[in-house]
């Protein structure tokens, strides 16, 4: 998995709860990236970042924000988690944003009850 | 958005066809088409890419062609195995700040 762990790898909480997700990568790439996978929609992305405290939106980051305080790790919060939430995430990173390999890591299984 | 529209959105194909998927851009900046291989459970993993200075790169039996006019590219899969099947998704991106753009995915199923 390129050196990219994601924790934790199953979570069941309910909604209103605040949940966060956290991806460590040991490459040292500069760009980090969450996606969420659901049937149908394929990977969309979430929030990117593109350095230390540098973080944009993606295609569907109503309901989620990140944080970067370090190069090797970026976290997803959920400040309060709805069932249109259920998903699965994956945590991406890469070396260049749009022209090298993204690497991705295991996933994530989040339901929300 | 930009998007890239892929198809079909699944396929089942017989060991030892060719599969075919399709993917579309609208951005002329794109200049790098990577593909992505996906097995349940884990999380997707490049397979092949190509960029517009050629029209068709080949590794073992992934090739992806490439038509910069019609702004097409496509992912064959010559000779498919039962551990082909997986869902393949097609991505674009400009070489820029912009992350990857990817297509909504397609789920090959192989049957012997």
């Known amino acids: 998995d390129a050196g990219i762990t994601q924790s934790p790898r199953h979570k069941v909480t309910e909604t209103g709860t605040p949940v966060t997700l956290r991806c460590h990568q040991t490459?040292?790439?500069?760009?980090m990236y969450w996606y969420r996978q659901d049937p149908g929609h394929g990977l969309r992305l979430i929030h990117y970042?593109?350095?230390?405290?540098?973080?944009d939106k993606g295609e569907v980051s109503d309901g989620y924000s990140v944080s970067r305080s370090k190069t090797e790790d970026f976290l997803l919060t959920l400040e309060s988690a709805t069932s249109s939430q259920t998903s699965v995430y994956f945590c991406?990173?890469?070396?260049?944003?749009?022209?090298?390999?993204?690497?991705f890591g295991p996933g994530t299984r989040l339901t929300v009850l | 958005q930009q998007q890239v529209k892929q198809s079909p959105q699944s396929l089942i194909v017989q060991k030892g066809g060719i599969s075919i998927i399709n993917c579309a851009y609208e951005?002329?900046?794109?200049?790098?088409f990577p593909w992505y291989q996906q097995f349940p459970g884990k999380g997707p993993a490049l397979l092949i890419a190509?960029?517009?200075?050629?029209s068709e790169k080949k590794e073992g039996r992934f090739t992806i062609s490439f038509n910069k006019s019609a702004k097409q590219f496509s992912l064959h899969i010559m000779d498919s195995q039962p551990g082909d099947s997986a869902t393949y998704f097609c991505?674009?991106?400009?070489?820029?700040?912009?992350?990857?753009?990817f297509g909504k995915g397609t789920r090959l199923s192989v049957i012997a």
């Open positions: 991406a990173i890469t070396a260049t944003p749009s022209g090298d390999e993204q690497f």
């Open positions: 490459e040292n790439h500069r760009y």
């Open positions: 970042s593109y350095g230390v405290k540098d973080t």
């Open positions: 951005n002329t900046a794109f200049d790098y």
């Open positions: 190509i960029r517009p200075d050629v």
């Open positions: 991505a674009a991106g400009d070489s820029g700040n912009t992350p990857l753009v």
